[in-house]
DNA sequence: ACCTGAACACCGTTCAAGT
DNA sequence: ACCTGAACACCGTTCAAGT
């Protein structure tokens, strides 16, 4: 069994995701393959076309729209973004830094199809589409970054419960909003901010449409909680 | 006239301005500096706290809150950010990269404090915050991305026109929202369309006041457009 | 057609040696 | 105290040589 573009991005995703974005190497993937450094390029591009391919693996199907209204429709999207995301920090770096990354044209198609759905007026259509893609891709970039600032396989509360305590020891008379908000930061889940967020974006497309949004809940037991549509 | 940190940082900005992220290594900047590699270690630890002091070089004083509603507080701050990214694209990837980003802190306590000051409740209210916040983010790393992708110095429509020729190119089946707001995309404003997203985000915030919001227009004229507080 | 592994042109960073 | 520049330990990528 040679080498094949397909063993080759499986080896790439699980450096990635065990060892994080540096642990990818063309020597690391050699070593691992079994192959000298060079091998790779029969098969590959470049890195980039490799991490391109990376990212596809893990997000394909990601953004397939499904069954119900446009609003969990565009919820259950985002989700899908942010379990990837969660389970694979190294993609939110991907979909925030390569312009040719396919998922992030998919990921547009789905949420500017899902707003039409909802009714917003075109011009503003494409505005709102585009502002929960960006508030999509911040929280992807954010958790990225989150976890590329520690090692690899860290329990998520133990991160947020170490800005929490940075927060905590900033300066009062500078921030003292972020020491005022950083219990909440410390024990309060992520997925569920996330998806406030994606609420209150909804809600203020709501208004777009001169419908009166009920005021977006924090609780939401119509969403699946499970992690879902990455590999 | 030797050397000292803030001629390595000036220099490191002209670098990052003029050749783009990738022009930015420590054998440059002591080309341009007129020394050695080796002495630039002497003033400064290393070279992400070399982007770090870049970034709060150019961000200081984005996130200061100005006199006014702290609706118009809100999108001057996000303008802020915006413009900033605009001029030096590589901020960008800074904001959305380095958790250690001193104007990352700021920027979060600025847009904390207004998100308290509109009445939102407070458990929302981080909640909102955060969602602002993220927004922001991504905007500023998708222009980053944008700008990484082309010859540095390129005008800006042009980037706009040959990513909505690409949209056009797409595969009708698969991408027609893509392609119908093609159009779209070439002739609007990136700036407006940032104001647009931030209006949209209050009128999410309005409807957790329970106060009906007035539909975010697109037209702004009360809005300062030049560009501002960037170094 | 596919693989090997040395070699090339870079990086960031260190450090003995200078002044 | 500050600077110099060679050296070290890496990178991504190429390419002659093998099978």
Chains 1, 2 share one sequence.
Do not use: C
């Amino acid at each position: 069994m040679g080498l094949s573009r397909e063993r080759i991005v499986g080896a790439a995703i699980e450096l990635l995701d065990t060892d994080g974005e540096r642990g990818l190497t063309f020597r690391a993937l050699a070593a691992r393959l079994k192959t000298g450094a060079g091998a790779i390029y029969w098969h590959v591009t470049n890195k980039d076309e490799l991490l391109i391919a990376a990212t596809e693996a893990i997000l394909t199907g990601a953004a397939r729209p499904r069954a119900g209204t446009p609003e969990d429709t565009l919820r259950a999207i985002a989700l899908g973004v942010f379990d990837a995301v969660d389970e694979h920090p190294w993609v939110g770096t991907q979909l925030t830094r390569m312009q040719a990354q396919p998922a992030l044209l998919r990921l547009s198609e789905s949420i500017g199809r899902q707003v039409q759905l909802l009714g917003v007026p075109s011009a503003a259509g494409f505005d709102a589409a585009t502002a929960l893609l960006n508030y999509v891709l911040g929280v992807a970039g954010q958790n990225a970054a989150l976890a590329g600032s520690i090692e690899p396989g860290t329990i998520r509360g133990e991160v947020l419960g170490t800005m929490a305590a940075e927060w905590e020891a900033l300066d009062p008379e500078e921030f003292p909003y972020l020491r005022s908000v950083a219990p909440q930061l410390r024990d309060h889940d992520d997925r569920d901010q996330f998806l406030a967020g994606v609420d209150l974006v909804l809600a203020g497309m709501a208004t777009l449409r001169g419908v009166p949004a009920d005021p977006p809940r924090r609780a939401r037991p119509d969403v699946p909680s499970g992690h879902g549509p990455s590999q």
